[in-house]
């Protein structure tokens, strides 16, 4: 355990506040985010100033969607409030734009996403961030 004069951080990542042991942040991250405790105008709100990151996974009340660049995107489901891809795009061409403008990482983080999404186990893998002050 290290310990500062405010906080304590565990073996695993997590970081608890000292004095009263509530938890300030989780473990290391899992890539899956469960904004369902939230409607889709909170949701997305909370994707603008969260800590989710391009090509985390958004389990939400209308469905499951992936953080692109700093656009919430629908992947299965439908929603009023999250973006989608255009009728005529494929997830596979997205990546293949952002490979061709040399942004490599930013497609390698979005195909890991996109596979992570269609894990079944997806739900327990998912992180309740929307509890922690911001």
Known sequence: MNLDYQTITLP???????ADGSLITPAAP????????LDMGE???????????HGDVLLTV????ILYLAWPTMIDGASEVFHRLADSSTWADVI???ETEGRKDEAAALAKGLALAQLPDLEAKAVDFTHLDR
């Open 12 to 18: 695993d990542g997590a970081i608890i506040d000292a």
């Open 30 to 37: 899992t890539g899956v985010i469960d904004l369902r405790s």
């Open 62 to 65: 209308d469905g499951v969607a």
């Open 96 to 98: 293949a734009e952002l």
């Open 43 to 53: 949701a997305y709100d909370w994707t603008q100033y969260g800590p989710a990151k």
